[in-house]
């Protein structure tokens, strides 16, 4: 179980843990685009159509784990 094992690895890893969990534990989601980009201030708004869903979610997640 991969989410048992980065739990586990946290004291050894912790900021790798921390985004091996929040990849992990990424729900599908049925957000509005416009919703989802107003939670991602580093996006431009010209931009929005030229992201691929794998894309959108990794500049997401990067502005999340800089703050760790």
């Known amino acids: ?6 739990h586990e690895q946290h ?3 912790p900021r790798l843990s921390c985004m091996a969990l929040d ?3 990424i729900p599908a989601t049925s ?3 416009e919703r989802l980009f107003s939670k991602g201030h ?3 708004p010209y931009l ?3 992201l691929s869903t794998q894309s959108t ?3 997401l ?3 999340q784990w800089s703050k760790l």
């Open 42 to 44: 580093m996006v431009l």
């Open 11 to 13: 004291s050894k890893y």
């Open 1 to 6: 179980d991969a989410l048992k094992w980065w």
């Open 31 to 33: 957000i509005d685009v």
């Open 61 to 63: 997640c990067l502005g």
């Open 23 to 25: 990849y992990l534990t």
């Open 48 to 50: 929005h159509n030229c």
């Open 57 to 59: 979610c990794a500049l």
